[in-house]
């Protein structure tokens, strides 16, 4: 009978500017590892995105290498295929480096030149096979036509995409895999990329996603409530929860409140709150007088972490201000639309209207076709700078360091928010 783990999506070194989740990240995966030594599994299933990024910190590989090394000397194998996160198209990954290391074995042997797919096959008997994820679902094309040589004992298909009939409609995603395009014949497909456990089942046979270990973004952390994986027992899939941490939720509706009344709210709220190592705070609705901005947010995101006690996501996406229905709109062009309603609104000293609506106008430019998220960013950023060099204020003017740490600061609201794909 044989005993098998089957993780996926670990992403170690997620959180790279949280350095307490990218603790708990690894430090779920480690319990992960002890529970398949404790449990005496024959050999373990990583599929895909064991990183989170092909060339992650030392210190990150270092612990890694620990803890793999730790299972290899229980004489447990690891089997693996690439994410879309360990991919690196212009280098060796990390990944092939722990492969010559022999700490684990990528199990795709896929030959370009006929588009077959080989087996390896683990002392059980049991062959393993599959093929990584790409970014952008470029492994569709291998799919499209593989010739595979279909084990005739015991077999499992590794794969890091996402099939169609089992994506979750909440989670957004592209170019999906129809499930008929997995090949027919293996008793059991491990499945990555979605972070969420989620199981099917093919000619018979389970297909399985065991969801993310700990996950590797706020939006993990906020939509997904299920952290863990899967052991196979003797063909039959059952979901290990890894816990951590505990992970908090709190939630203040503005509606009817003032901007004062809510900062009360937020301060008693943060006060009296003794729960949660990662809180995600998040503030909605409409105020009925006054403006996000007259709110000391940062105080109060000190209060709920309680020294260093708590890690906080603040999130005031859908908080929204007091909006002035007497502005009256004549113009149909958008650009007209914009100045007036600057206009009507007015702009704060030594801010001219012109510069808000030049800076407006940078600021709503969409990513270009083609275009990464770090491109984008980058060139947003430095539109926006030129614009605020432009306006010769002194205070501006004079900070080469300030702005750095404004960047700085700007880059961390928006690494918690940005690349939130799996
Ligand atoms: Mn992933």
Request: glycine share 8%.
């Amino acid at each position: 009978m044989v005993r098998f783990a089957h993780l996926a999506d670990c992403h170690l070194g997620a959180f790279g500017r949280k350095p307490t989740l990218r603790e708990y990240n690894i430090k779920a995966f480690e319990k992960a590892l002890d529970i398949c030594i404790s449990r005496g599994v024959d050999f373990i299933i990583i599929a895909g995105d064991l990183f989170h990024n092909p060339l992650p910190d030392m210190d990150i590989v270092n612990r890694a290498v620990k803890l793999l090394m730790k299972v290899k000397n229980h004489g447990i194998n690891i089997y693996s295929v690439y994410g879309s996160h360990d991919y690196n198209l212009a280098s060796a990954s990390l990944i092939d480096v722990l492969e010559s290391a022999e700490l684990f074995k990528n199990v795709v042997n896929y030959l370009e030149s006929d588009n077959r797919l080989t087996t390896v096959q683990d002392p059980t008997g049991v062959s393993i096979t599959g093929l990584s994820g790409r970014k952008n679902r470029l492994e569709k094309g291998y799919y499209d036509q593989l010739d595979i040589d279909v084990p005739e004992g015991k077999g499992i298909f590794v794969f890091h995409s996402p099939i169609a009939e089992m994506q979750p409609t909440d989670i957004p995603e592209k170019n999906l895999l129809p499930i008929s395009f997995l090949p027919g014949g293996y008793d059991y497909y491990a499945g990555g990329h979605i972070h969420r456990p989620l199981t099917d089942k093919k000619d018979g046979s389970h297909v399985v996603y065991p969801g993310a270990t700990f996950g590797s973004s706020y939006t993990d952390l906020e939509r997904e409530s299920k952290r863990g994986f899967y052991i196979v027992d003797d063909w039959k899939p059952e979901y290990v929860p890894l816990e951590v941490c505990e992970i908090t939720r709190v939630k203040i509706n503005a509606e009817g409140h003032t901007s004062s009344e809510l900062e009360d709210i937020l301060i008693e709220k943060g006060d009296n709150n003794q729960e949660g190592d990662i809180i995600l705070l998040k503030v909605h609705g409409k105020l009925i007088e006054g403006s996000p901005e007259d709110i000391d947010f940062s105080r109060i995101i000190r209060l709920f972490e309680r020294g260093d006690d708590a890690t906080v996501f603040f999130n005031k996406n859908s908080l929204e201000r007091v909006t002035n229905d007497k502005v009256k709109i004549n113009e149909e062009r958008e650009d007209e639309v914009e100045k007036q309603v600057i206009e009507e609104y007015g702009t704060p000293e030594g801010i001219s209207n012109d510069f808000a609506a030049d800076l407006l106008r940078v600021l709503k430019s969409d990513k270009k076709e083609g275009e990464t998220t770090t491109d984008y960013e980058n060139r947003i950023w430095a539109q926006s700078y030129a614009l605020i060099e432009g306006l010769k204020e002194p205070q501006i003017q004079k900070t080469g360091e300030k702005k750095k740490d404004r960047k700085r600061q700007q880059q961390i609201t928006l690494g918690d928010y940005a690349g939130d794909v799996n």
